[in-house]
């Protein structure tokens, strides 16, 4: 099948040209994102591969359509980005990735935590600075303390264990409790008492019209003062500016961000040497207590393998007129 890959990075380019040695598409890579403006680029194919910040709204979709696209084949997991409905009236499939090594994106949450909790990022500058002085990088024994996890599914549950396996005691909160995580030491607690009781907290659920802005004004408030709040999922989940708020006046202790809400305009692109006109962003970046890595959970050899083999396995299901088992 003739395939449009919008928004591609050269690592794109690299392992999708090895893994479709196995599958013998035809592909042709963009830099340029999805939208209203680059469906013209569009030529003999039928299906197009976009990532996360690649929007599929109703009038993308349409034109999609005009242009002959019957398959929207998604190189990621979460789907926020795509009007579902829109495509299922326009007769255009969705597929993704719903899961690629987990492993990736909980151990990035975790080196957050880490790095912000031993200050990592302040030693590495001192030490090539000659200066071992320590004062400003005492950190807490992540042993004993409290860890709160909102969404267990695939990303979540291995993020619990690995917490489990430091000695913390694991909270955590998700629509479909998982019996496994019980049995491996969890404790299932409504929402609310992982925001009270939690020294740490992680964010593993999807973004949808219920999560958006789960962490706003008022559930910061209820959360211990001096709390970690890590955020690998996606930006929405957050009300940023409550939280610039929380750490100017100290409520929040330390944030870690691979994801925020106004990403698209920024993330995976170089703009050094440009002046930033994203405020918040730039105001988030001053802080000695904030971490903010530019939605690189996914990016481990492991996971882009199977990105490749698991996007181009669903197209030639779709294709082949085979069940398309990573439908949405
Ligand atoms: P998943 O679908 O396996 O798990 C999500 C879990 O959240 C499910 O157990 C679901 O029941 C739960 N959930 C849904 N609504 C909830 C709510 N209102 N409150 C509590 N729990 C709720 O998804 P997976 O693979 O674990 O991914 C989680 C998220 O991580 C994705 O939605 C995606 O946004 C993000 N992600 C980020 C990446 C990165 O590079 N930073 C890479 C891959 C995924």
Request: glycine share 8%.
């Amino acid at each position: 099948m003739d395939i449009l890959f919008f928004s591609t990075q050269p690592y794109d380019k690299a392992y999708f040209t090895a893994a479709n040695e196995s599958f013998h598409h035809r592909l042709r890579f963009l830099e340029y994102p999805l939208n209203e403006d680059n469906t013209a680029l569009i030529k003999q194919e039928q299906a197009v591969c976009v990532f996360v910040n690649d929007k599929a709204d109703a009038h993308v979709l349409g034109l999609l359509k005009e242009k002959g696209i019957s398959l929207l084949a998604l190189r990621c997991a979460g789907f926020n980005n795509v009007d579902l409905k829109a495509a299922a009236s326009l007769g255009i499939k969705v597929v993704r990735v719903p899961a690629y090594s987990p492993h990736a994106v909980a151990e990035h949450a975790i080196t957050l935590i880490l790095a912000l909790n031993r200050k990592i990022y302040k030693s590495y500058n001192r030490v090539r600075d000659n200066n071992f002085t320590l004062s400003g990088l005492e950190g807490f024994d992540l042993y004993g303390k409290t860890v709160g996890v909102i969404g267990t599914g695939n990303i979540g549950a291995v993020f619990c264990r690995i917490m489990l396996g430091f000695g913390c005691q694991v909270l955590a909160h998700d629509l479909y409790p998982h019996e496994g995580l019980v049995k491996a030491g969890a404790t299932y607690v409504s929402r609310e008492t992982i925001l009270s009781s939690s020294d740490i907290i992680s964010l593993h659920c999807p973004l949808n019209e219920d999560t958006r802005h789960l962490i706003n004004g008022h559930s910061i408030a209820q959360m211990k003062p001096g709390v970690m709040l890590i955020n690998t999922s996606r930006g929405g989940l957050i009300d940023t500016k409550a939280v610039v708020e929380a750490l100017k006046n100290g409520h929040i202790g330390a944030l870690g961000i691979d994801v925020y809400e106004q990403e698209e305009q920024l993330f995976f692109q170089n703009f050094s040497g440009t002046i930033i006109q994203d405020d918040v962003l730039s105001r988030l970046t001053t802080f000695p207590n904030v971490l903010v890595t530019a939605h690189q959970g996914f990016f481990t050899k492991e996971a882009l393998t199977q990105i490749a083999n698991t996007t181009l396995q669903n197209i030639s299901s779709f294709e082949k007129g085979e069940p398309l088992v990573n439908a949405l």
